[in-house]
Each structure stands twice: as structure tokens, then as C-alpha cells.
């Protein structure tokens, strides 16, 4: 039997175990989607319903009053709304993007290229990781500080670019790609930095989208709790920290607090559907062999 | 000897220059940002600190505190043992599972179902809509639902009740886990090579389980060790939910973790040397499990 009909026969499947799968995964799916549904319905719910007794999930009167006041809010604000918005796209995206190139170069290193101190730093990687951040907070503010980057975009987007799990990840994935592959390359005549741009970089791709997803998101997201330690002026803060004013105003300010929560989510949602189509597309066309 | 050994590191790294320049800037940052704070607050763990005065060296007497006198933290370090035992490995696996079973799908199904699965980690602090789930009055989904079918008669405290408290976490940390090693291992998935399946199949494997054991699993071991690491560090970390869901301290201490409890010494009562010790115990913790972990990670597909 040759290859071919052996995969159009799907390989080693059973149909009864796929529909008892297939049954399985969409009860935990409908399980896991109840915060986009709740998350999207309160952001239309009139104030009545927000408060109904019994508590309601799915709006029936949907109004777009919750984004009407939510800009009555930010016309009332000295800074203009667009700085916000200006600062959580340019930290999260120049923060991911630094990340990014950075960590892969260096994990470049650490999975293709042979040092006899690869072993140890990475040892120290992946130990990092399991130190709770609570206790270095401190010692960082005295960093930060001490090199006068207090009150800067770089408080912020130079521990992102420093963080650990960005590297870990991306050495897991290059440590996959053949030794011949880098060998042959050499021989060619190619160097280190064409050996990691032009040759290892699109092979990794999948990890590097999913790198993507989880700079932007904890940049998006964790955006506030940073920078209200180290960012006192009022136009570096990001629509994160913009949210938090929002949501102190109490009950009153619930409905615009439920829009701007969905507003929040949509980036991240956005740019993970992107990636992820991303991801399964490689995957058709990479055909990488020992 | 060792002269020698500096030698040659010194002429490897000659030679590679060009790697040097391509690892400097990750490694100059994390030094700065990472491993110099670690190193100090390890150092701090053998102090008092009050954060206004200048460090007192005091030796072990932070940590001899800690299992002698502090009780709360023997109550702490007991919860977090039982949260990170029964939801670290649960997740772990349905991480992997989820991942693997959606890998089967067409393209366009998985995508959505990716979405979907990841819902809960990527939307922020949508754990608090369990808040309004187990609400200790009648408003809450759970009690009125009870209610109405008649199975209690009065809302029963949920989040008050610590018979209930730490059960109620641990549903809510496994709705949230689907995270970080699940689009990590999706990710991995797409990296296994197709020919190695087709080549499987000539070779003999009968079904989708000894597929799973004999191929996918030992061509995603970088992944899976990638994905333990990251499932110990949440698991034994475990801090915000519980402040959030159940508050700050909870009751009886019932869902106090050995976070919650740095927390409180850490930035309430200014107690940082203390905290230090307990972040190197936890640290200690975290180290040990993922010795093991990756012991047993080595001998899969064997």
C-alpha cells in the first residue's frame, strides 16, 4: 500500500471516538466562551438590566448608551483620549516587537550555537522564571531609577524586552531544527546573522507568532499595574491605567466601565485571530525534513 | 586547570564573535533586570528590612521563623501544596489534550476553537464574572439557581464559607489555565513533522494512542518541558485570584497561599527581608517539583 491511500483513508482514525471527541470538546467550548458572551452582552445591556434581579447574561434591550457616555467621559479629560490610545499601541507594539528580535537572538544562540556556558545561562533562565516578581519590584524601582528612566516609555518597554519567558520559548522551538541544516549553511559561506534572520527565523515561525500574542497581551493588559509605578505624568499613562480611573468612579460608571472592557478585549482578540491563521498557514507550507 | 579552562572559553568566543553580538543584548538586560534583583533579594532573606532603614544582617532567622513560630504560613504552605498538586497536573494535561485534539480539526473549526478555549486567559480579569456566579446572596447565578429548583432553601456564602473557598479556586484556576503551554503546544504541534506519521502508520501503529505516545509526544518534548515549567510557576504562584475572588485575607485564612502570604509582609507591613525569605522558599519549591517534572518528562515515549 503506498502513502497516499494510506492518508486518504485517514490515517489510524475511528469515527466513533472522533464523535465522542467532537462532543466532548464543544461542551468545554461552550464552557470556556461564557467571558466573551458575558463580556460582549454587559457592554450593551441598558443600566436597568445590569442591575435586573435575577441577574441577566444576554441583553435584551441592546443600547450603544454604555460607548455614548464612555466618550462623554473622555471629552471632559485635559489629556486628549487619542494620547492614550497612542501610548498602549506604541509600547505594546515596539515592546513585543523589541522582544521578539531580541530573545530569538538570543536563543539562537543558546540552542545552535556551542559554548560551553550555554548550558549554565540557561540553567539560569529557566530557574528565573520561578522567582515571584513581588519580591524584585523593589529592586528594579531602585534600578529604574538609578539609570534615569523614571517617568520614560523605556520603564516599561526595557524589562519587556528583557523577559524570560519570550527566550525559554523560543529556544524550545529552534532546539527542533536540525544541526545539518545550520552545518550546511555554514559551509555556504552564510554568517551568524543571516543564519539566525534568513534560515532559522522562518522556520520558527509558529513560535514566533505565538510569542506575538503573549507580549502584546501582557504589554496590552498589564500595561497599568507597571505604569503606575514607574509613570507619573498623566500623557505617558495608557488606556489601561485610563480604564482604572474609569472603573473607581463606582456604581455609576458601571455601564461605560462593561464598553471599555469589551474595547479592551477586541485588540487582543483581533491580533490573536490574525496570528493564529498565521500559525496554521506555516504549517501547510513547511516541510522541514532531517 | 582552570587557568586553561578561561583560555579556551576565551578563544570560543573568539571565534564567535558574531554569536556574542546576536546574545548580548537579551543577557545584558536580563542580568539587570532579572538575575541582579533575584541575587539581591535572596541576599535580603538573611536581613531585616523595613525599606527605611538600612538592612540588619540576622542570618537564618527569617526562615527559622517561618516554620517555627509563623503559623499562617504553615496554613499557607499547606494550601498551596493541595492548589498546586490537584490543578497543576490537571491542567497541565488538558492542556495538551485540548491542543492535540484540535490539531485533528480543519483549519478554519481549530481556529475558532483556539479562540474560544483561550477566551478566559486572553480577555484580562474575566475571572471576576465567577464572583457574580457564587455571590453569597440570592443574586448570584449559582445560589438562585439552587433556589429556584429547590435543592437549598437559604444562598449559601460561597465565597465566605472556607469549606468552600478553596474547591471554588481551584474550578476557577482550571477554567483559566487553558494558556500559555496550550498555544504553546499548539504551536509545537504545527512543528512535528508530517512525515514522521506517514512513516508510523507503514511501521505499524495501529490507532491514535500509540500515535500520540510513540511520535507526537517525543517530537514535542522541548514544548512539553517549555509547558511544565510554565504550569509549576502558575500553579505554586497562585495569588490574584484568591485576593480578588475570596479577598484579602480570606477567611480563616482558608485560601491563603504562600504568595498571598509575601504579599502581606511584602507591601503591608514593610517586612521585606521576611518576604524575601518566603520567595526563596517558594523559589526552592518551584525548583525541586521541576526537577522531578522534567525527570519524568525525559521517559516519555519509551
Redesign the interface.
Known amino acids: 500500500m503506498n502513502v497516499k491511500s494510506l492518508l486518504k483513508k485517514r490515517l489510524n482514525r475511528s469515527w466513533t471516538v472522533d464523535i465522542l471527541l467532537f462532543v466532548l470538546l464543544t461542551g468545554v467550548a461552550a464552557f470556556m466562551s461564557l467571558p466573551l458572551i458575558y463580556t460582549i452582552n454587559r457592554a450593551f445591556m441598558p443600566l436597568n438590566e445590569i442591575f435586573a434581579f435575577p441577574p441577566k447574561f444576554i441583553v435584551s434591550n441592546p443600547t450603544f448608551k454604555n460607548f455614548k457616555d464612555l466618550v462623554g467621559i473622555f471629552s471632559d479629560s485635559w489629556v486628549p483620549f487619542s494620547r492614550y490610545v497612542f501610548n498602549t499601541f506604541f509600547i505594546a507594539i515596539s515592546g513585543t516587537f523589541g522582544h521578539v528580535i531580541i530573545a530569538s537572538a538570543a536563543a539562537y544562540v543558546l540552542a545552535k550555537v556551542k559554548f560551553s556556558f550555554n548550558k549554565p545561562l540557561f540553567a539560569l533562565v529557566v530557574m528565573s522564571l520561578m522567582f515571584t516578581p513581588y519580591v524584585t519590584q523593589v529592586p528594579n524601582y531602585m534600578t529604574i531609577s538609578y539609570l534615569g528612566m523614571l517617568d520614560t516609555y523605556w520603564a516599561i518597554l526595557l524589562p519587556a524586552f528583557g523577559s524570560t519567558l519570550g527566550l525559554y520559548l523560543m529556544k524550545q522551538f529552534m532546539e527542533q531544527i536540525p544541526d545539518a541544516l545550520i552545518e550546511a549553511a555554514k559551509i555556504d559561506g552564510a554568517t551568524e546573522y543571516r543564519i539566525y534572520w534568513q534560515i532559522v527565523m522562518p522556520i520558527v515561525k509558529p513560535a514566533w507568532m505565538t510569542l506575538i500574542i503573549f507580549s502584546l497581551q501582557s504589554l496590552w493588559t498589564n500595561g497599568s499595574v507597571t505604569s503606575h509605578k514607574y509613570i507619573y505624568s498623566e500623557q505617558l499613562r495608557t488606556v489601561d491605567a485610563v480604564f482604572g480611573q474609569i472603573a473607581s468612579g463606582g456604581i455609576a460608571r458601571t455601564g461605560p466601565v462593561a464598553a471599555v472592557t469589551l474595547l479592551m478585549m477586541s485588540v487582543p482578540i483581533a491580533v490573536f485571530i490574525f496570528t493564529q491563521s498565521r500559525v496554521i498557514q506555516t504549517m501547510s507550507t513547511s516541510g522541514l525534513k532531517e | 586547570m582552570i587557568a586553561r579552562k578561561f583560555r579556551?572559553?576565551k578563544s570560543?568566543?573568539k571565534q564567535?564573535k558574531?554569536?556574542?553580538v546576536?546574545?548580548a543584548?537579551?543577557?545584558?538586560?536580563?542580568l539587570?533586570?532579572?538575575?541582579?534583583?533575584?541575587l539581591?533579594?535572596v541576599v535580603?532573606s538573611f536581613t531585616y528590612f523595613n525599606?527605611l532603614q538600612f538592612p540588619r544582617w540576622i542570618g537564618w532567622s527569617n526562615y527559622a521563623h517561618l516554620f517555627v513560630q509563623d503559623d499562617v504560613f504553615l496554613i499557607a504552605l499547606k494550601n498551596t501544596f493541595l492548589f498546586a498538586f490537584i490543578t497543576g497536573p490537571i491542567s497541565y494535561i488538558a492542556c495538551f489534550l485540548?491542543a492535540w485534539?484540535?490539531n485533528e480539526l480543519p483549519?478554519k473549526l481549530?481556529?475558532v476553537?483556539?479562540?474560544?478555549?483561550?477566551?478566559?486567559s486572553?480577555?484580562?480579569n474575566?475571572y471576576l464574572?465567577w464572583q457574580?456566579l457564587f455571590s453569597s446572596d440570592s443574586?448570584?447565578?449559582m445560589n438562585?439557581f439552587l433556589i429556584k429548583w429547590g435543592f437549598i432553601l437559604e444562598p449559601i456564602q460561597w465565597l465566605q464559607d472556607p469549606k468552600y473557598m478553596l474547591p471554588i479556586l481551584m474550578v476557577v484556576q482550571l477554567?483559566l489555565s487553558?494558556g500559555?503551554s496550550f498555544?504553546?503546544f499548539?504551536?509545537?504541534l504545527?512543528?512535528v513533522?508530517?512525515?514522521l506519521?506517514?512513516a508510523g502508520?507503514?511501521d505499524g501503529?495501529?490507532?491514535?494512542w500509540?500515535?500520540l505516545w510513540f511520535i507526537t509526544l517525543p517530537?514535542m518534548r522541548?514544548?512539553l518541558?517549555?509547558g511544565a515549567?510554565?504550569q509549576?510557576?502558575s500553579a505554586f504562584?497562585v495569588a490574584e485570584i484568591s485576593i480578588y475572588m475570596i479577598g484579602f485575607p480570606s477567611v480563616d485564612y482558608a485560601a491563603h497561599t504562600i504568595?498571598t502570604h509575601?504579599?502581606d509582609y511584602?507591601?503591608i507591613r514593610f517586612q521585606?527581608g521576611y518576604?524575601?525569605a518566603i520567595?526563596t522558599i517558594?523559589?526552592a519549591i518551584?525548583?525541586g517539583t521541576?526537577l522531578i517534572t522534567q525527570k519524568f518528562l525525559r521517559k516519555v515515549g519509551e
Open positions: 579556551l572559553m570560543e568566543m564567535n558574531h554569536a556574542l546576536l546574545m543584548p537579551y543577557f545584558l538586560i536580563f539587570v533586570f532579572t538575575v541582579i534583583p533575584v539581591m533579594s535580603l525599606m485540548f485534539l484540535i483549519p481549530r481556529a476553537l483556539t479562540l474560544v478555549l483561550y477566551a478566559p486572553i480577555a484580562g474575566t464574572i457574580t443574586y448570584g447565578y438562585a477554567w487553558l500559555t498555544l504553546a499548539i504551536a509545537g504545527q512543528n513533522d508530517r512525515t506519521y506517514e502508520a507503514i501503529i495501529r490507532n491514535r500509540q500515535e517530537a522541548p514544548q518541558m517549555f515549567v510554565i509549576i510557576t504562584a504568595v509575601l504579599i511584602g507591601t521585606m518576604a524575601s520567595a517558594l523559589f518551584m525548583m521541576n
